[in-house]
C-alpha cells in the first residue's frame, strides 16, 4: 500500500485579484515534481472567482474536465455551440477530445463563485469532443456514496476513462465503506468541508490523500464532513 497526504496548506496558490486559486498539483505557474499527477488525475484546482469575472475563449485537446459548484454559478460556452450554467448540485463534464475551446465567466456581478475544476487524463486519444452536465440531489449523498462520474453507470456523467467519482456528507460519528471497482485502481479522496479518518490519518478541510495498492477503504467522521472520492487508474 502507498499513501500521499496533500495537506491543504502545502498547495500551490495564485492570486490575480479575480481570481484566487489552490493547486494541489502541478498548474500553470506552480510547480513541484512530486506533485505533478495522481495516476490519471492530472490536475485539481480549487478556484475562487470574483463576481463578472472569469476565463476568456482558450483551448483544451485530449483530457477530460470536470467541474463542481460549491457556491454561486459559472457560465459555460464553448466551440460546439453549448450554452449552460452551472450551480451547486451541477457535476459538468467537457471531454476536449480532438480539440475545443470554451470559456468559464461568473455571470452574477455580486456574487463570488466557488469552483472544483480537475482534470483527468482519457484512456483513448482523438476522439470527437463533448459535454455532458447533472444536477444531484444533495440529501441522497448523506452517509451513502453517491455516484457523478462514471464510464458505464447511467446516474452519472459519463467519463472516457475508467474512473469512478462519488461524493459523500456524512453527519457527525458516522462511518462509510467504499470498495474499489477495481484492485489496480487508487483512490483519490479531497475534503471539501469538515474533518475525516482513515486508519491512523486524520484529514482536515481542503486536505488531499491519495492511496494505492488497497481494495477497500472504511472513513469516520468526527464531524459533519463532505468528501469528494476520486478512484482512478494508476
Known amino acids: 500500500m502507498q499513501k500521499i497526504l496533500h495537506k491543504a496548506n502545502s498547495r500551490g496558490s495564485a492570486d490575480y485579484g479575480w481570481l484566487k486559486t489552490s493547486y494541489t498539483f502541478s498548474f500553470a505557474n506552480y510547480y513541484d515534481p512530486a506533485r505533478t499527477r495522481f495516476g490519471t488525475l492530472r490536475v485539481l484546482n480549487d478556484d475562487y472567482v470574483a463576481g463578472g469575472q472569469g476565463f476568456d475563449m482558450h483551448p483544451h485537446d485530449n483530457m477530460e474536465i470536470i467541474t463542481i459548484v460549491h457556491e454561486g454559478e459559472l457560465e459555460h460556452k464553448d466551440s460546439m455551440g453549448n450554452q449552460f450554467r452551472i450551480r451547486r448540485n ?83 460519528g458516522h462511518g462509510a465503506d467504499y470498495q474499489l471497482k477495481n484492485p489496480e485502481h487508487g483512490v483519490y479522496l479531497f475534503l471539501l468541508e469538515g474533518s475525516l479518518q482513515w486508519e491512523d490519518m486524520i484529514m482536515e478541510r481542503r486536505d488531499g490523500l491519495g492511496i494505492s495498492g488497497i481494495t477497500d477503504l472504511h472513513l469516520t467522521a468526527p464531524e459533519r464532513s463532505e468528501l469528494l472520492l476520486m478512484e482512478i487508474p494508476m
Open 90 to 172: 451541477d457535476v459538468q463534464i467537457m471531454s476536449a477530445g480532438t480539440g475545443i475551446f470554451h470559456s468559464e465567466t461568473n455571470p452574477l456581478p455580486d456574487q463570488a463563485v466557488r469552483l472544483l475544476q480537475i482534470w483527468v487524463y482519457p484512456d483513448k486519444k482523438n476522439i470527437t469532443p463533448r459535454y455532458d452536465q447533472k444536477t444531484y440531489d444533495p440529501e441522497k449523498r448523506i452517509n451513502q456514496w453517491q455516484r457523478i462520474v462514471s464510464p458505464n453507470e447511467a446516474e452519472a456523467v459519463f467519463i472516457n476513462q475508467s474512473a469512478y467519482f462519488s461524493l459523500i456528507t456524512l453527519e457527525k
